[in-house]
């Protein structure tokens, strides 16, 4: 099992920029599929991006405007989002996905809101 502790979420205007972290508890360098998602009120959970051994994969929400990455050193993953506007006003959770297995683990998530 892996906890994740995101950060970063805070309040911004439209056109700003955040940076999350993910912090996990134990090394997600190889048996992990790291990822976050946000849900809005009354929206469903939604991927924002993925990333596993290099290779990632983003959802069409913010596409262009965001940029996964991972420091394996500090079992940290990031996501840097840019052109922030009211609509992605939502939580961001951050996820692990263990491949043996199948087991998913998620954090708390950290809130972020667009507005002026």
């Known amino acids: 099992q892996v906890q994740l502790v995101e950060s970063g979420g805070n309040l911004v205007q439209p056109g700003g920029s955040l940076r999350l972290s993910c912090a996990a508890s134990?090394?997600?360098?190889?048996?992990?599929?790291m990822g976050w998602y946000r849900q809005a009120p009354g929206k469903q959970r939604e991927l924002v991006a993925n990333?596993?051994?290099?290779?990632?994969n983003y959802g069409d929400s913010m596409k262009g405007r965001c940029t996964i990455s991972i420091d394996n050193a500090k079992n940290t993953v990031y996501l840097q989002m840019n052109s922030l506007e009211p609509e992605d006003t939502a939580v961001y959770y951050c996820r692990a996905y263990r491949i043996l297995g199948s087991n998913q683990y998620w954090g708390q998530g950290t809130q972020v809101t667009v507005s002026a």
């Open positions: 990333i596993f051994s290099g290779r990632i």
């Open positions: 134990r090394s997600i360098n190889s048996d992990y599929i």
